[in-house]
């Protein structure tokens, strides 16, 4: 997995900012994050990362924003 500063490419991108996003109360919360940690990809990239996050809540118990 990479880090904010050398971040990993492909599916270990989409898992490191799933990951990121984890622990946030709101959608607008998780991009803020998103963008602060992964300043350098496109908006596009972001917003599939939350998508990510939504279908893996559909597979498993859902996420509930703390």
Same mark, same amino acid.
């Given at each position: 997995m990479g880090s904010a500063a050398e971040p990993a490419r492909g599916n270990d *991108?989409?898992?490191a900012m799933v990951e990121r996003i *984890?622990? @946030? @109360?709101?959608? $607008?919360? $998780? *991009? %803020?994050?998103? %963008? $602060?940690?992964?300043?350098?990809s496109p908006l596009s990239v972001r917003v599939a990362a939350l998508t990510l996050l $939504? +279908? +893996?809540a559909a597979r498993g118990p859902p996420h509930i924003p703390r």
């Open positions: *991108l989409a898992s *984890l622990g @946030t @109360t709101s959608h $607008a919360d $998780a *991009l %803020r994050e998103l %963008r $602060a940690a992964f300043p350098e $939504a +279908r +893996r």
